[in-house]
């Protein structure tokens, strides 16, 4: 059974951070690129970050680059959003996902690219 299981989110006032996680069981985590994505109320889920398969390669938008990070523990196999100087608009919930991949592989920034979706956690930043 493959499951995807984000948490770390919660409520903090702006400038503030928070670290969620996404814990990825059912598949084989060493062969998934992963992805974080996030939707605002009334607005369509937008690309947040990805990392490759091998960790090596790692996209985020242009919108949160300078303050967000994702990294991947294959031991844990679990994928991280550092977030840092949070700001109202980062406000969301934030979905990770993944997709089985070939070694090498271009950045996974569209969502319908991924196969497996993971139920969200809520990030409120209060201004």
């Known amino acids: 059974q493959v499951q995807l299981v984000e948490s770390g989110g919660g409520l903090v006032q702006a400038g503030g951070s928070l670290r969620l996680s996404c814990a990825v069981s059912g598949l084989t985590f060493s062969r998934l690129a992963l992805g974080w994505f996030r939707q605002a109320p009334g607005k369509e889920r937008e690309f947040v970050g990805t990392?490759?398969?091998?960790?090596?390669?790692?996209t985020l938008s242009e919108s949160v680059k300078d303050r967000f990070t994702i990294s991947r523990d294959n031991d844990k196999k679990t994928v991280y959003l550092q977030m840092n100087s949070l700001k109202p608009e980062d406000t969301a919930t934030y979905y990770c996902?993944?997709?089985?991949?070939?070694?090498?592989?271009?950045?996974?920034?569209?969502?319908?690219?991924?196969?497996?979706w993971g139920q969200g956690t809520q990030v409120t930043v209060s201004s």
């Open positions: 990392v490759s398969r091998n960790g090596g390669s790692k």
């Open positions: 996902a993944a997709k089985s991949v070939i070694l090498t592989h271009p950045p996974l920034i569209t969502e319908a690219t991924y196969d497996y």
